[in-house]
């Protein structure tokens, strides 16, 4: 386990969600379930995350802003899809101005499941992302040393 | 004339949970203008209504926002229990109210938090949150849902809370008040926190009439609007006191909403002295055919549901127009004037609940 996986930053992005899942995210890092005893913090610069929290159906207005965050951000990283909209479009995937999930816009690696997510699950959900962000990096310093730079060195 | 800049806040922004776009135009530090583009949670659902039979559309009213979704919930099955005349069970009606205070006290304290936390105060903001958790946790309890309960359908509730937790219920209620006490007093006494809200984002209480403000925005500049006083369901036997601050600032609107968490813990105890038993739903048959306006008080201020059927399974039409909605242009002249460094306390001192609004 490198320093990045101890000490994930993220910053939450809320695409058409109805608020449900946002709260419980924000639960998720308050006390009783408190991820920040694992060094998770929520950060609202998308240049400091590691990992992307998203909610919600993804309207025609927020394709633009979602994908600015996504590109912000420094890579590794990555995505998390929480709750069923954000999946399918969930109970509004018929309505004329959602894309249906986070997946039509940018890639997503986990996809949380709930309506709302609970926190529990939205905190399995993190630990399942640090697992790929941890081969996302170690993939990146193979793909960097390739390439003539040493392992380590920043790519 | 000093130059003019524009400053855009949103729709990505640390102490906004949700997006919304606000052109600030500044003159130096100081605030002359800002113009507001919504737009970024629109999901259109109100036309679901022609594609969902008018029984299952109350999950999606719930869903228009996870903050207060059990009132409006509810508030859709009174508009079409109006329209069909229907006789809902006086049980049914307390449990509604139950629920929809447990409702105002989680949507009170998680504002109160991200109050806490607009103004730099992280500890307040977590001990904010820490006392909602236990709001959350009975919610859980008697309906399975922590954030979306799903309980209300037309025609009554889906499920009931047995005598024996409405009489456990008091006690609970004392240990919340006790905390709460601690919680609000730091809100309303510490010289800190008064010092960064008093006279920030004044509005008077004509120009707050005037703009529209609803709902504790409205409370805080003087007037006591309250649509709990208008007694729709249960509430007409209970005694509901409206809670008003006349200094029109942020630290009158963080007052108010501290306060009526007391009133509803006042409400629930009065309801759960007075619930009586007996079934908790009817049996729905038919269709509705006509219109109504159902109106309710949300925790953000006045809620209007207008429904109209034609005698089939589907609506016509569903309108939802939101507090927060009719507080945005009380907010804007809030904006007007203040200082940069202000706005994120302002924009949150009206407790700006996005989803409801854009729908």
């Given amino acids: 386990m490198t320093y990045l996986a101890k000490s994930p930053w993220i910053v939450h992005y809320n695409a058409s969600s109805c608020n449900g899942c946002d709260i419980e995210i924000l639960a998720a890092l308050t006390p009783v379930f408190d991820v920040e005893r694992f060094g998770i913090i929520n950060t609202g610069n998308p240049k400091h995350a590691d990992i992307l929290l998203c909610t919600g159906s993804v309207n025609e207005q927020n394709k633009v802003p979602l994908k600015n965050v996504y590109d912000q951000m420094p890579e590794p990283k990555v995505v998390i899809a929480i709750g069923i909209c954000a999946a399918t479009g969930g109970i509004f995937r018929e309505c004329y101005n959602v894309q249906g999930g986070i997946d039509k816009v940018i890639p997503v690696d986990v996809f949380v499941p709930g309506c709302a997510a609970r926190p529990e699950s939205i905190i399995d959900g993190v630990v399942t992302a640090l697992g790929i962000l941890e081969k996302k990096r170690a993939a990146m310093l193979q793909k960097g040393s390739a390439e003539g730079t040493k392992a380590g060195e920043t790519v | ?359």
């Fill in chain 2, 1 to 359: 004339m000093t130059k003019q800049i524009i400053v855009p806040f949103g729709p990505q922004h640390p102490v906004l949970p949700e997006p919304i776009h606000i052109d600030l135009v500044l003159e130096d530090e100081r605030v002359v203008d800002a113009i507001p583009s919504i737009g970024y949670i629109h999901r259109g659902f109100e036309k679901l209504v022609e594609k969902r039979e008018f029984t299952e559309y109350v999950y999606i009213a719930e869903r228009t926002c996870g903050i207060c979704s059990f009132i409006h919930g509810a508030t859709y099955c009174q508009g079409i229990e109006q329209i069909m005349n229907i006789d809902v069970p006086e049980r049914a009606q307390y449990l509604r109210v139950i629920w929809s205070e447990f409702s105002r006290l989680h949507s009170h304290l998680l504002w109160l938090g991200l109050f806490a936390d607009a103004f730099g105060f992280e500890n307040l903001f977590m001990g904010a949150w820490k006392t909602r958790e236990k709001v959350l946790d009975f919610m859980e309890e008697t309906t399975g849902g922590r954030v979306i309960q799903g309980t209300s359908k037309v025609g009554g509730v889906r499920r009931d809370i047995s005598s024996e937790r409405l009489d456990r219920m008091t006690k609970d209620l004392d240990d919340l008040d006790r905390e709460m006490k601690e919680l609000t007093d730091v809100f309303l006494h510490d010289d800190s926190v008064r010092h960064r809200l008093r006279n920030v984002g004044t509005i008077s209480r004509n120009d707050a009439y005037h703009l529209g403000a609803v709902g504790p925005t409205a409370r805080g500049s003087g007037v006591a609007i309250d649509l709990r006083k208008s007694g729709y369901g249960a509430y007409d036997r209970l005694n509901v006191q409206v809670v008003t601050d006349s200094c029109g600032d942020c630290y009158s609107r963080c007052a108010v909403r501290a306060k009526e968490l007391f009133t509803s813990t006042d409400l629930i105890r009065q309801a759960v002295k007075k619930i009586p038993e007996g079934p908790i739903d009817v049996k729905v048959t038919g269709a509705p055919d006509g219109e109504y306006f159902m109106r309710a008080e949300q925790p953000r201020g006045e809620l209007v549901h207008y429904l109209k059927g034609n005698g089939s399974k589907f609506l016509v039409r569903s309108r939802i127009r939101t507090p927060t909605l009719t507080n945005i242009p009380p907010l804007i002249k809030m904006l007007q004037g203040c200082e940069l460094a202000d706005v994120p306390v302002i924009v949150l001192s009206i407790d700006p609940c996005i989803s409801c609004t854009e729908r």
